[in-house]
């Protein structure tokens, strides 16, 4: 059984931040679902996206990937929607973001991220005949939820885990991970990466396989991660996963210069340099267009968490005609998202998830027992 280490880096990070649109309490931007500006009076679905998405609504992963989801149902439905960015992430400016999308006509608030969850406690309760939907809301595990709201997490750690697997079977074994932040949506990614390595790893009896990981700290392009990126692979890293946002471009260019394989993550990344090996990713179009269609359609289902998954059709790998790999086939794939969703050998009620474990040091802990890699958490 490997040790997991944990390694102390003196990073001295400088971020350059873009100017970001703003919600309540001040004043907010929109687009309709033509993608447009236009005015927030009147629209029928009103999208909340939190402060620290610094790249707004044009992030290039998930906001991004919702809003054009949903506009695209707007198109499809004669619907309208716009969207509001809260000032700061604050329960109250998430309150008071959600408040003025009602007072402007919003039948619909459709919010995202765990930064909304302390105002989905209360919110929905006040406002009955509004429909609530809510997607990676962590931190209402366990709430009672308000019978206008529907509370969506995706298995993010399901499609990190089949990219992990893969990893293993293409033949990497010194490989690294940067997320984003120390959150638990993020770290559902990178976790279920960690942990599909060693589960193939295990099966397949592969000994010296050994993972770096990393926090970028940062969700936007900038030359320091690009430059961690680069220094890895120059020290032999042969793979990295990456599920920084925009920031997984610095991690594509640096794989780019090296010539080196890189996963995507979020979105299918397939287009952003040619040694992208592949994606792992949610569909969340599926699961935005489906809540959406459950309001107008009469089927919506209120005071509900739901976790979709592998088997929901929803965590999975880009498309396979997007693959750049040279071992692993797609039948071994299609075998493994089948496993995968048939919970073969308790894969996917055995992983941990950031219900199990708040914070990196706590996953650690819980890997350390069943780990057969080597986990380098570099701080």
Known sequence: MKKIRLLSVLLIIVLILPLAACGNSGSNSSNDANGGTGSTTGANIAFIIPANQTL?????AWIQNIWEAM????????KTCTYYQAVDDSKQSHVDTYELAIQNGAEVVFSCGNEAADALKEVPWDYPDVKFISLEAFGLEGMQIAPNHRDIITDQEQAGWLAGVAAVREGYKTLGVIPCWDLPTLNMWSWGYIQGLNYAAKKYNIAGISVRHHYANSASANPETQALAASWYSDGVDCIQCNTAGGNNSVIAAATAANKPVFGADSDEYAEGATVITSAVVDRTKVTQEALASVYDGTF?????????AKEGVSKLAPWEHARF??????QYEQDLADLSNDVDGIASDMITPVDAPDIDTFLKLMEPVSVIDIIHIK
């Open 71 to 78: 506009s695209e149902f707007c198109a499809q439905n004669s």
């Open 56 to 60: 707004g609504i044009n992030d290039r």
């Open 326 to 331: 040279t071992v692993y086939t797609e039948e």
């Open 301 to 309: 289902e209120g005071g509900v968490e739901l976790w979709p998954g």
